[in-house]
């Protein structure tokens, strides 16, 4: 009885070539760095607060609660008054890592086409001095099925994600500085 079934899932995975292809959208993953000629700690002083994206360019206002504590939540404002926004909460946070880690818990995909997105920041100390910031993210483009329009594809997906990173790490080489070498 078991072979029975087992060469009709295989019969039908031949009928139908492209059931055996079919799959969803796999997680993508990206890691932006950049370089500032300041030291860690004020470069941390600048981003560390999770309640405060007031150093990215595109963030015109964050409100929120609980602090850098787990489970804080951000509602952040994007270009200017009543533009959109991003719900995001913090799940983990170290103050002597310099590093958090949050979750987008709700954008409109039209704003930002991801969905189950996560993020970790932090930033490290260079051997010749100044900062690495390092900012890294996990996600799933905005269209969960096959067949994606193009505006909801990976590839408008990493693309959204990738200008998000640089707006900001660009923003701190402009405040900062880039190390001279």
């Known amino acids: 009885m078991k072979k029975r079934t087992f060469m009709s899932l295989v019969l039908a995975t031949m009928l139908v070539p492209g059931?055996?292809?079919?799959?969803?959208?796999?997680?993508?993953?990206?890691?932006?760095?950049t370089e500032v000629a300041a030291d860690p700690?004020?470069?941390?002083?600048?981003?560390?607060?999770?309640?405060?994206?007031?150093?990215?360019?595109?963030?015109?206002?964050?409100?929120?609660?609980?602090?850098?504590?787990?489970d804080a939540t951000r509602l952040l404002t994007l270009g200017e008054a009543g533009g959109p926004t991003i719900a995001e909460v913090l799940y983990k946070y170290s103050d002597e890592k310099m590093s958090y880690s949050y979750r987008i818990t709700e954008v409109d995909v039209a704003v930002l086409p991801v969905t189950n997105y996560s993020s970790h920041l932090t930033v490290?100390?260079?051997?010749?001095?100044?900062?690495?910031?390092?900012?890294?993210?996990?996600?799933?483009?905005?269209?969960?099925?096959?067949?994606?329009?193009?505006?909801?594809?990976?590839?408008?997906?990493?693309?959204?994600?990738?200008?998000?990173?640089a707006a900001g790490l660009g923003a701190l080489v402009e405040r900062f500085g880039a190390p001279s070498n």
């Open 19 to 33: 059931l055996a292809a079919a799959h969803g959208p796999t997680r993508q993953k990206i890691t932006l760095t």
């Open 41 to 70: 700690a004020e470069v941390w002083e600048a981003i560390g607060d999770f309640q405060d994206m007031s150093w990215h360019p595109v963030v015109f206002s964050t409100e929120g609660e609980g602090g850098n504590d787990i």
């Open 124 to 165: 490290k100390p260079l051997d010749s001095g100044g900062a690495l910031v390092e900012w890294r993210g996990a996600f799933y483009r905005g269209y969960p099925n096959n067949d994606p329009p193009e505006e909801l594809n990976d590839e408008a997906a990493i693309a959204a994600v990738t200008d998000v990173y």
